[in-house]
């Protein structure tokens, strides 16, 4: 039988890693003019755990209108590749139809200190409330629609005569594919978080939404005093990730319509450390705490006195109790999960410490610095939980305690809701502020220290202008032949790539970059000689980029590397030299962009040796 590549794409975006180490909006569903991506084969089919992946026209039209508004979210810097890309395709825009844009987008700007991330978000709520083009029909004005949406309807029109005009019906199935390529890179991490996030919780996702609907019948309507009478009708519920290019990078906008809950992820989002774990946690917490609505009503009076005091203080906070207590449960959840992992990491590194440590004193340098890295993640999440408590998280301390207490009992998470809701003391609550103070400032300087060290690093050049000149063309370059990758035109990659070695001789971040594009060759090959072909130039590049590495500044590449190198050599059955691989990737430790955690889970999967 002939074989399939079982290679795991590698992430596009390691290029970056290797180079830099509500309130409902009543509008038509936004599913109805989006394209669903097509599921991958796996054995973590994302679907069965409510999350999809879509690519909106609407959305990229209304960005793409943004863009010829002047929205500009990084002023200063190099445009990204697709972005610049929309620049070039928009340069012949009519002027007039261009100056109308820019001066609603100018009129319409909120005030400082609004980021580019706020500029947008209204934006994006419009696009969502808009029909499928090419009428891309707007709502009726009312009451109903938020505020925020409501201050930009009127771009609407423009938004329509934009898409009529600028000719960007013909653009969009290009730009469909870079969208496709970006949902196809988040696919993975986002499927490990979910993973990790159900496995921390013990839970699987509710999908399924009952709604009690009444049954009209022609005598009911006849006879006002004959019983209603109601059924049951189910409805699918979904996280939805849209990719947004031309976003705001770094900001995430999260939007609940009914029981579709989108995340617009902006590219080169990393879904591990970022606002999507917290929106997969409140579409997975949501209908949860929706089963326990009679004992959270039960405790309003208590959650009302918390509040109360917030307001005392000053802040602003919902008045819903059934809010509060999801957002004091989703912020517990988040911060106890990141200090679960943080610990896990910081243990491994400490075993691989202690057993590569000469002598007693070396163990217990290792032991002193361990304990104050353990002080310093906790008194993190303390800072964290004393945050969302401030912002109307009143319960958000006391969800994390009791968190704590259950992680390891292997039970859902669902079985202690009634137990937790029930038993919390408002008195201690409303403490919970000045008992964290101390861990809070500890974390607050602790946090200066770093920034300060990070400005100071910044600031003391180890190079001279023209060598980080050179640096900065060199990732410019890299981040335009990601663009080519995405579109899976490897030759062309290639040659690009082969033209920067001359151009950057002895660089690992190129070889590493080579290889790369030959193993995603690899893995759309159909001839199992060509397949092979590829994936031993992939090894070779792998091993100039280690040859050409520094461990003191390569660390990740080197961690990358060796783990790539050993899945190579899995996949070909080649179980000693892959060891051999995983093995060296791990001994690099769990560096930031390392491949560490891929290279233990990797080494466990390899048969056994014989």
């Not at 979210?73 to 007039?96: I, M």
């Amino acid at each position: 039988m002939k074989k399939v590549v079982s290679l795991t794409i590698f992430s596009l975006l390691n290029f970056a890693v290797v180079c830099a180490q509500t309130k409902p909006t009543p509008a038509a569903s936004p599913r109805s003019a989006a394209q669903v991506q097509p599921r991958e084969s796996s054995g973590f089919e994302l679907a069965e755990y409510g999350v999809s992946f879509q690519t909106d026209p609407r959305l990229i039209i209304m960005m793409a209108a943004l863009e010829a508004a002047g929205f500009d979210p990084t002023p200063g810097s190099d445009a990204s590749v697709f972005r610049a890309q929309v620049r070039k395709d928009l340069a012949d825009l009519d002027p007039d139809l261009r100056s109308r844009l820019r001066t609603f987008y100018e009129r319409n700007k909120l005030p400082a200190p609004a980021t580019a991330a706020d500029q947008a978000a209204r934006y994006v709520s419009l696009a969502f409330a808009l029909g499928p083009p090419p009428s891309l029909e707007a709502p009726a004005r009312s009451e109903e629609l938020p505020n925020s949406l409501l201050e930009v309807l009127d771009f609407a029109p423009l938004v329509q005569e934009f898409y009529r005009r600028s000719h960007i019906d013909e653009k969009l199935p290009g730009y469909t594919r870079a969208y496709q390529a970006e949902g196809d890179r988040l696919r993975k991490p986002t499927a490990e978080m979910v993973r990790a996030i159900l496995s921390y919780l013990h839970t699987r996702p509710i999908t399924v939404s009952l709604e009690r609907v009444e049954i009209k019948t022609p005598t009911a309507r006849k006879n006002k005093n004959t019983p209603k009478s109601y059924t049951s009708r189910e409805r699918e519920r979904h996280l939805i990730i849209v990719p947004d290019l031309l976003g705001a990078p770094g900001a995430i906008n999260f939007r609940v319509i009914g029981d579709e809950y989108y995340a617009i992820l902006p590219e080169g989002t990393d879904p591990a450390s970022s606002e999507l774990r917290r929106g997969y946690l409140q579409y997975v917490i949501d209908p949860l705490l929706l089963r326990f609505n009679r004992e959270i009503a039960a405790r309003r009076e208590q959650i009302k006195q918390l509040l109360a005091e917030r307001e005392k203080a000053g802040a602003q906070v919902s008045p819903d109790v059934f809010l509060v207590v999801s957002r004091s449960l989703v912020a517990a959840a988040d911060a106890r999960f990141d200090e679960v992992r943080k610990l896990e990491i910081l243990s491994r590194d400490a075993r691989a410490r202690l057993a590569s440590a000469k002598d007693g004193p070396a163990r217990a340098a290792i032991a002193k610095d361990v304990q104050a890295a353990i002080a310093g993640i906790k008194d993190d999440t303390v800072a964290r939980l004393a945050d969302e408590y401030e912002r109307g998280a009143v319960l958000a301390f006391y969800f994390a305690e009791q968190l704590a207490g259950i992680e390891n009992s292997g039970f859902d998470v669902g079985n202690f809701l009634v137990d937790m809701i029930s038993s919390f003391d408002p008195a201690r609550e409303a403490r919970r502020l000045a008992e964290s103070a101390e861990a809070r400032q500890r974390a607050l300087a602790a946090r200066q220290a770093r920034l300060s060290a990070r400005k100071a690093e910044i600031e003391t050049p180890i190079y001279s202008e023209a060598d980080a000149a050179h640096a900065a063309l060199l990732v410019k370059r890299l981040a335009e032949i990601e663009q080519t990758l995405r579109l899976k035109d490897y030759n062309v990659a290639e040659a690009r790539l082969k033209d920067l070695v001359r151009e950057f001789p002895g660089e690992p971040r190129i070889f590493f970059a080579l290889a790369q594009t030959a193993s995603l060759a690899a893995a759309d090959a159909t001839d199992e000689d060509v397949q092979a072909e590829r994936l031993n130039r992939a090894l070779g590049n792998y091993r100039l980029a280690l040859e050409a590495s520094s461990p003191e500044t390569d660390r990740a590449l080197i961690s990358r590397a060796h783990e790539a190198m050993g899945r190579i050599y899995a996949f070909l059955e080649k179980s000693a030299e892959a060891k051999k691989e995983f093995d060296e990737a791990i001994k690099v430790g769990d560096v930031p962009g390392g491949a560490y955690n891929d290279a233990v889970e990797g080494k466990r999967k390899l048969a056994p040796l014989k």
